[in-house]
């Protein structure tokens, strides 16, 4: 037979975790005349003297917080791999290398508070209490560049509460503009000079659920006119802020000008107790805030963009299910900023903090900015 040509067909496999082991062999050398001995030193690791390399760390680290694992499934998902580590040894793990990643997440947290736009938003985690075995409600909350804003980074911060002396503390002596909605927490950051920027969407969610619950007439015709304006940011995504302002002057305006005059209208021939008077209340309330973005190209309609790097958190949070301990908690919020911060900038997870982990305890503390997930680049 003569062979005349091939067909070649392609599947596709998986292999699941496999481990393995690396060997470092650091010869030693001896002077035969002096006797001097000479030796390589141990190379830095995150885990001085620990057996897990960067990439298992990293593994570990985006399994619980960005694939939402918790420690017990991937303890048995090890063992099926040939090698039982303790969910008690991985908890460690996650702990020291909370506690390694930290500078990191001061220094974006520092570049964070350089911005003049910020958003912020809270959400909350179970949190065990200390001796009781009973769970009390902590807080996570998140702040983060506007979304106009050429840096794509989030912080979280957890807290023993949702008091705004966190969010006081956070911010510290910051003085810009704060996308957030109308809790209360907040209020206090207003009154000592932060400019107050509100959430469209809060404000039409409102009649949303009105129209949701009872089909209301009424905010059917405030859904209309929220969505025209939804249109004209959408169509404004891609301009400058001078032009976004420009555009939001022309077509908007006019929209929530008629908006404004139409509530107004409505609120005085409602009484106090109906829902549709409480929908009202809240725009009304807040009609300054809401419609600052009009006067303010660089102002974000509303507040979804930190709404959207809270979301993997409650999602995380229904499968790990609460934090053990108020530090422990300090140090998941440390790994899932880096983790959700560099998912925005476009990185996968798992290459950035193997890199990181890898670097890190020989990367000078003036240089850390290198490492930080909006102007990382893995060494080739």
């Avoid at 508070?113 to 996570?140: C, F, I, N, S, W």
Wanted: net charge positive; aromatic share 8%.
């Amino acid at each position: 037979m003569k062979r005349i040509g091939e067909d070649v067909a392609e599947k596709l496999d998986y292999t699941p975790g496999v481990f393995t082991v690396e060997r470092h062999i650091r010869g030693k050398w001896a002077c035969a005349r002096c006797g001097r001995i000479v030796q390589e030193p141990v190379q830095a690791h995150v885990i001085d003297k620990g057996i897990p390399t960067a990439g298992l760390l990293a593994q570990v680290l985006v399994a619980k917080y960005a694939d939402h694992l918790p420690l017990y499934r991937q303890e048995a998902i090890f063992e099926r791999a040939g090698l039982a580590i303790p969910r008690s040894t991985l908890a460690q793990w996650i702990g020291t290398c909370g506690v390694q990643l930290q500078p990191l997440v001061d220094a974006l947290k520092a570049e964070i508070l350089q911005r003049d736009v910020l958003h912020a938003d809270e959400t909350p985690v179970p949190m065990l209490k200390p001796g009781a075995g009973k769970t009390h409600r902590a807080y996570l909350w998140a702040y983060a560049p506007g979304a106009f804003e050429d840096m794509k980074a989030v912080v979280y911060d957890f807290c023993e509460s949702r008091a705004g002396e966190h969010a006081r503390k956070f911010l510290g002596g910051w003085k810009g503009s704060l996308v957030c909605d109308d809790f209360s927490g907040y209020k206090a950051l207003i009154a000592s000079g932060v400019t107050e920027v509100g959430c469209l969407a809060h404000a039409r969610r409102k009649f949303f659920e009105l129209h949701a619950a009872n089909k209301s007439q009424l905010a059917q015709f405030a859904l209309d006119l929220f969505a025209k304006v939804y249109l004209v940011e959408q169509q404004g995504k891609a301009m400058g802020a001078d032009d976004r302002r420009a555009a939001r002057q022309e077509q908007c305006k006019p929209v929530l000008d008629a908006l404004h005059e139409w509530m107004s209208l409505q609120r005085q021939k409602l009484p106090d107790s109906s829902a549709t008077a409480r929908a009202l209340d809240y725009s009304l309330r807040r009609w300054t805030a809401l419609t600052r973005f009009i006067d303010d190209g660089r102002l974000p309609v509303d507040n979804n963009w930190i709404e959207n790097q809270i979301r993997p958190i409650a999602i995380g949070r229904n499968n790990w299910l609460f934090a053990g301990s108020l530090r422990a908690g300090q140090r998941a919020a440390a790994v899932m900023s880096l983790i959700q911060s560099a998912r925005m900038n476009g990185h996968d997870p798992y290459a950035y903090l193997r890199d990181v982990l890898e670097r890190l305890p020989t990367q000078r503390a003036s240089l850390i900015g290198e490492l930080l997930p909006h102007r990382w680049k893995a060494e080739t």
